[in-house]
């Protein structure tokens, strides 16, 4: 259904192959790093690039979140490759632009715009201060928040003890993930002609992609709105969701009445794919991707 990615990336996707699809000047600068690279090598990447600290190291076949690091200096960086060289990693500059969201994008391959179906806002785990409580009781007691406690403070510039004002907010991840502590709020009110415009130049451009998610970090809207001052730094094919279903606020019948209603549209334009000649994986193949992927299916 996403011809341009493996499998329509359903799964097993290639970050730094899908990465590649995208027009530089839309995305975050990204290296692929083979199995059992040096620390060295990660310094002349930096180097020749003009990258500096911090950057994101994680799996290049990752996914929610799996092994994604904030990582702030050398030591840091040895320590990441000491942990998780046993498979290829992706290195990308961060974007330390203040919002993130989540973009799902559908077109049908036989028509020259798409539209966007909602967009997710994405706000990395934060605690505000009391003056009274320390940092590491503020997340230790947050019924959201506590089974991320032991690894927030793994390298974080701030120590548990750490007592914040009154009203201070502490960022203590970045990392837009759900698995990782992030709360998803649906912000598709903000869909404009402006941003449906930006992402169908950006697709029309990718051949053989109609379907998925791009997260995407950028400075205002009113700078997203005229293309200005944002990045995409992943794009999620078939096995993307439609993130905003998982607002605090929105329901589970929602939920399942939106996962549902974007699969209808997967299967037309599957359906539109195979009458344009595109051949679709065979049952023995998806088999064994699955008992890949799974390893509890014999």
Known sequence: MNPAIIYGGMTLEDKNYVNQLLPQRYRAKSFLLTERTKPEKIENILKENNIVYPIILKPNNGCRGRNVQLIKDKKQTADYLQNYNNEDLLLEEYIDYPNEIGVFYIRMPNEKKGFISGIVEKKGIEVKGNGETTLGQLVKYNLRYHSFYPDIFNGNSYYQNYIPEKNEKVLL????????????????????????????????????????????????????????????IELNGAASEPTFIYDPNHSYLFAIKTIIKHWNFMYKIAKINRQNGYQFTNITECWRILKEFNPFIV
Request: net charge negative.
């Open 173 to 232: 991840s970045t990392i837009g993930n759900h698995a990782r502590g992030a709360t998803f709020y649906n912000a598709s009110d903000n869909i404009s002609h402006e941003i449906t415009d930006l992402f169908n130049e950006i697709c029309f451009s990718v051949d053989g992609f109609y379907y998925g998610r791009f997260d995407v970090k950028f400075n205002t809207w009113e700078e997203l709105k005229a293309g200005k001052n944002f990045k995409i």
